[in-house]
């Protein structure tokens, strides 16, 4: 046995666990005149007697010799030979002339192919070294902040915080069952997640990521197995300061290591789909490596999945990628082909299975759409394709998330209804109006109170309440509206409004003033094709117009992502990459053709590139320089004791965060958890929460008798904990609580003497287990 210290290198490990193509035709059929050596003329006359074959042998005129002439007499061949005459590889020479005919057509018809080729496979060799970098970058940075590979698995289960924890523990749940479908089965009849509650946790919680690693997991460990292969290596390791020796284990048969093993490696292909974006989106690789340095220069700023693996946007973005491509392909394409529509429609659903805010930022993309279509950028019927892949899209995750009402009654079904119905009536609008601006205005009217309506509508029918907490969201924004669900969400850093450092940080990489230009430049030429569409009377005419649609587009999508970075400051992870894509326009020769006339592109872009680096490398370098080790004692004492001391069916509540954490490892129904988007699980955690209120002991009580729980975490951090003015949690209580307003908050009451209502037993630093004392 090795015994080693937590350092960056590890000693010696514990144990192991057909046919040739037709000849070109310019060489092939016989031809009057043609020269001897080709093998295609007249016959070589031959010395003496020759056999003669075919009608001409036989049709020698009258009697005697001087009847009517003969038919040319061809001498016989044998079968074998004329076949290989046919081929051209009958005569002399006629083999070299075959290859010279190929040559010649391969240079006149196929060098452009072959030139076509190179380029695009090049172009995906620096696609792939990308994504590499990028996985090499993301991996590096984690296991800098997380010193993830000595960890124990406990240590490593408790490094998922909250939502990350609960998702997992999904992974975990599949990977442990006897068999993949006996684990599905515990998935889809959970009675730990809410207690009592039974619930089907891949229909509310967006889990077939989870689903599709551990079947992969599974499959993995199986085969290795079976070959007999070593999956993972494990060791002791002295964590030090007086604490006990753990077992850390790596390699992908560890199922954490496995598992954001899968995440880093999609995210690095996401960095691939980046490059190809950029280089087909400008015409030029260049735009590829300017999209390409700007994700790196601005990283911090582009993602998080360095640091919080799990979290759904980590494995559900890199498909809006591929998405967002796939739709600058159809754009751009006068024809769309099936295969195009089907791959839009493949990729919505990768996109939105694993995440519920999918929906919202395909909204967005609908009504960009709807806003290019309107302008006239592109018709009707190239819209309502792109419409039937997002409708099918829809119906397929409607399916496969066993009949999830929020996706039939969200405000993304709602648009493409309203949408659809309006370019159904498009054609009569037309006739009626003249005046086009009018008629835009009255579309862009329409498809906003149709949207809205239907939405209200179709949640009035289907009783669905589980988003409402979004337009509270928006409402708060705007009018300042307070309540206790709202403030839950506007009192945390990440849904608050855009810090602002972050625009100032977008300067000094010049990523702001780079797209600035390029913005500009689209709405100009929009506003000079707008002008001249309404001075147009013939619409015929506009057709050798619609260029440009697919610029206009990813502006409008710009616009769209700006104003959700800036009222809700995780969404900046839409608009920080978006930017970064509008970027590698600087090497369009659509856009900026008449400077590249007087300036070589590479010069320009080279030249932005090294500006750009003066911070971005600053930015790299300070991200390299994170240097940490995850370590949380008290909640590993925590969960120690529920798992020694505590019944398999003791129930628990508590903090969002640190119930995830007790499913996770201590296996423990809990009454709440961070999934926060359901209506009814948001009522609970408002019970569990009113611990931190100021109502009376008994009351909060009773409350939490009648969801059956026998012991609340109580975190005392939590009574005094102030992210900003009046976001306290007493303080957020008298909002939802003003009749109790000014008395001392129940937790502060608790953390010196909870009876008689409550019992401590157990205690350190930051947790204080109570049991609810049963009358």
């Not at 082909?337 to 609908?366: K, Y």
């Amino acid at each position: 046995m090795v015994v080693q210290t937590r350092g960056r290198h590890k000693e010696s490990p514990l144990k192991p666990l057909g046919a040739q193509p037709p000849p070109p035709r310019a060489t092939g059929a016989p031809q009057p005149g043609a020269s001897p050596r080709s093998g295609r003329g007249l016959p070589l006359k031959q010395p003496g007697r020759q056999l003669l074959c075919g009608a001409g042998a036989m049709r020698k005129g009258g009697t005697g010799r001087k009847g009517a002439k003969s038919e040319p007499q061809k001498p016989c061949r044998p079968l074998a030979q004329r076949v290989r005459e046919l081929l051209g590889l009958g005569r002399e020479g006629s083999l070299r002339g075959w290859r010279h005919g190929l040559q010649a057509l391969i240079e006149e018809k196929g060098a452009f192919i072959v030139r076509a080729d190179s380029k695009i496979w090049f172009t995906f060799i620096l696609a792939a070294f990308a994504g590499v970098l990028h996985w090499c970058h993301i991996t590096t940075l984690f296991e800098n902040d997380r010193h993830f590979s000595h960890l124990s698995t406990l240590e490593r289960e408790m490094a998922f915080r909250t939502e990350m924890g609960l998702y997992y523990s999904y992974f975990k749940t599949i990977v442990e069952a006897p068999s993949f479908w006996n684990g599905m089965w515990m998935i889809m009849n959970d009675k730990l997640t809410e207690y009592p509650l039974m619930i089907n946790t891949l229909k509310r919680f967006n889990l077939y990521p989870e689903v599709v690693l551990a079947s992969w997991y599974r499959i993995y460990t199986g085969v290795m197995d079976f070959i007999g292969l070593q999956t993972k290596t494990c060791w002791t390791v002295n964590r030090g300061e007086g604490l006990s020796p753990v077992e850390s284990c790596e390699g992908l048969g560890d199922p954490a290591s496995f598992y954001v093993a899968v995440i880093f490696l999609l995210n690095g292909v996401m960095m691939s789909l980046f490059f190809i974006y950029g280089t087909y989106l400008s015409g030029s690789r260049l735009g590829g490596l300017v999209t390409v340095l700007c994700y790196f220069f601005n990283h911090g700023e582009c993602t998080r999945v360095m640091w919080t693996p799990p979290l759904r946007e980590s494995f559900s973005y890199p498909f809006l990628v591929l998405q967002m491509l796939l739709l600058t392909y159809i754009l751009r394409t006068p024809n769309i082909n099936r295969g195009s529509l089907i791959a839009l429609c493949v990729s919505n659903v990768f996109f939105m299975l694993p995440w519920q805010f999918a929906q919202f930022v395909l909204l967005t993309q609908i009504a960009s759409l709807f806003a290019v279509y309107v302008v006239g950028y592109i018709d009707s019927l190239k819209l309502q394709k792109i419409l039937c892949a997002h409708m099918a899209s829809l119906a397929l995750c409607f399916i496969l998330m066993f009949g999830n009402s929020m996706l039939l009654t969200s405000y993304y079904a709602a648009s493409l209804a309203v949408i659809w119905g309006m370019l159904e009536l498009s054609p009569k609008l037309l006739k009626m109006s003249r005046r086009e601006v009018s008629l835009w205005a009255i579309e862009g009217f329409a498809w906003l109170f149709g949207t809205v309506t239907l939405k209200y509508l179709t949640s009035l029918i289907f009783g669905v309440a589980d988003d409402a907490h979004i337009s509270n969201l928006l409402k708060s924004k705007f009018i300042g509206y307070k309540d206790f669900d709202t403030l839950m969400y506007t009192c945390a850093a990440e849904f608050d409004f855009m810090e602002k450092e972050t625009p100032i940080r977008y300067t000094k990489t010049l990523l702001l003033p780079v797209v600035l230009v390029v913005f500009g430049v689209i709405t100009r030429k929009a506003i000079k094709y707008i002008v001249w569409v309404l001075s147009q009377k013939d619409l015929c005419e506009r057709e050798d117009h619609f260029n440009h649609g697919e610029l206009v587009y990813h502006a409008l999508q710009l616009l769209a992502y700006t104003v959700l970075g800036i009222l809700i400051m995780r969404l900046k992870l839409f608009l920080t990459p978006h930017l970064c894509i509008m970027a590698s326009l600087v090497c369009s020769k659509q856009l900026f053709g008449w400077l590249f006339g007087k300036i070589q592109p590479k010069t320009l872009v080279f030249a932005i590139l090294a500006i750009m680096a003066i911070e971005g490398s600053a930015n790299l370098q300070n991200q390299w320089n994170i240097m940490g080790e995850f370590s949380n004692l008290p909640q590993e004492e925590l969960l120690e004791w529920i798992k020694s001391s505590t019944r398999q069916d003791a129930v628990f509540a508590g903090a969002m965060p640190t119930m995830a954490s007790v499913k996770l490892s201590a296996l423990r129904p809990i009454v709440n958890h961070p999934h926060y988007e359901d209506a009814g699980l948001r009522a609970r955690t408002k019970i569990v929460y009113s611990m931190y209120s100021r109502k009376p002991a008994k009351e909060v009580k009773k409350e939490l008798l009648k969801l059956g729980v026998n012991y609340y975490i109580l975190e005392e951090s939590w009574c005094i904990r102030r992210t900003k003015p009046g976001c306290s949690m007493p303080e957020i209580w008298d909002v939802e609580d003003p009749a109790n307003a000014g008395k001392i908050p129940l937790c502060n009451l608790m953390s010196k003497d909870p009876r008689p209502y409550f019992n401590t037993v157990f205690q350190n630093s930051v947790y204080r287990i109570l049991k609810v004392t049963r009358e």
